[in-house]
């Protein structure tokens, strides 16, 4: 081993010794014993120096601090709540590599029932400039994240959303051509099925109380123009009643005591949500058959849900989010819609109130909560 070589070893050994700094500064270049070769000499300080500076470039370049994401999460209902879904993408998130405390930090702000609240929560997510928001709870969530940035990249998370075209939050689903995209859904094409499956779990229904919050335009919709042709068909009397805030659920739930319906049709909203707790425990005590827009009232409760298969959803909004930190443009990003839907039945709650389930119509259930 020549002096060269033996200089370099241990620079990388000791990179803080006084022959290392020397060399890197070229102040001391070894004396190769040639007389013949003052080109050698000069050629070996040369590829002493550029190895010096590259061992010294690949440490520094170790020594830098990894970028570190920030996701806002913008959610219309409280922590609790919103638990179940928030965990879901965390989880997807981690699977493409996103690990929160890493390499991403989540900041969580809740509109806790109160859609009043989401403008200031939303403007708040802008100030932390982060670097994408994820909007769940649909319309007026998506809204108040729209109308506090048109750069930051938005994320629909789907569900209480039909048509983000119509409501002006994209241009096309195929060329979202602004700053949303995401996954929205097919809520009110499902209404119709929601009441056939509730008429073939219990064949004796034939008075549905429907809850909705005519706040929630979608859902007012539904009541007024979807969900009327589907009772007809199957000669259901429906028994709307609107809530329109906290306050109102006492009052709706002592009105609908005295009508005494057969089942019981919750709309998703955000308010509904919200209140998710206080509705399947009026649905248990009155023992009615309820069938719920959310999957998490039934994992509450709740008797029945059908719809999109959120674990798809949640796993396709974390796409969204991991091509978006990449640099993915959400204006070239095609909005999608639910592919997979699943039927899932509680049977702990069925048994409690007192109801068998057909056999066939188990049978369908993509999960049975037992």
């Known amino acids: 081993m020549n002096d060269i070589s033996r200089i370099l070893l241990s620079c990388f050994d000791n990179r803080k010794s006084k022959t290392c700094t020397q060399l890197s500064r070229g102040s001391f270049l070894p004396t190769i014993e040639n007389p013949k070769s003052k080109i050698q000499n000069a050629m070996a300080g040369i590829v002493a120096l550029a190895i010096t500076f590259a061992m010294y470039g690949v440490a520094a370049s170790a020594q830098q601090p990894k970028k570190v994401s920030r996701i806002g999460y913008l959610a219309a209902t409280d922590s609790g709540t919103e638990s179940t879904r928030a965990e879901a993408i965390r989880l997807a998130l981690r699977d493409l590599g996103y690990i929160e405390g890493q390499n991403i930090a989540i900041e969580y702000r809740y509109g806790e029932g109160n859609r009043d609240r989401l403008p200031a929560l939303a403007a708040e997510l802008v100030r932390l400039k982060v670097d994408v928001i994820v909007a ?58 929601r009441l056939e499956v509730l008429k073939e779990a219990v064949p004796k229904v034939v ?100 719809g999109a298969d959120l674990t798809d959803s949640y796993r396709r909004v974390a796409v969204y989010v991991d ?41 369908r259930a993509d999960k049975v909560i037992k």
């Open 136 to 193: 769940t709870g649909g319309f007026t969530v998506i809204q108040s994240a729209k109308n506090a940035t048109s750069t930051i990249p938005i994320v629909m998370a789907g569900q209480g959303l039909l048509d983000p075209v119509k409501a002006g939050f994209v241009e096309s689903l195929a060329r979202p051509g602004g700053n949303v995209t995401g996954i929205t859904n097919l809520d009110g094409e499902l209404g119709g099925k």
């Open 323 to 363: 091509k978006i930190l990449k640099g993915a443009k959400p204006a070239d990003l095609p909005v999608e819609q639910p592919t997979k839907f699943e039927l899932v039945i509680n049977l702990k709650t069925a048994k409690q109130i007192g109801l068998t389930i057909p056999q066939r119509v188990l049978g």
């Open 207 to 306: 008075r549905v109380a429907v809850f909705y919050d005519p706040a929630f335009r979608p859902r007012e919709i539904d009541v007024k123009e979807v969900l009327p042709v589907a009772a007809r068909a199957l000669r259901l009397t429906l028994q709307p009643w609107e809530v329109r805030d906290a306050d109102g659920f006492e009052r709706v739930f002592d009105a609908v005591s005295k009508q005494r319906p057969d089942g019981l049709y919750v709309i998703a909203s955000p308010l509904t949500a919200a209140n998710q707790k206080r509705i399947v425990g009026f649905a248990l005590n009155s023992r009615l058959p309820s069938m719920y827009g959310n999957r998490e009232a039934v994992d509450a409760g709740g008797l029945i849900y059908y």
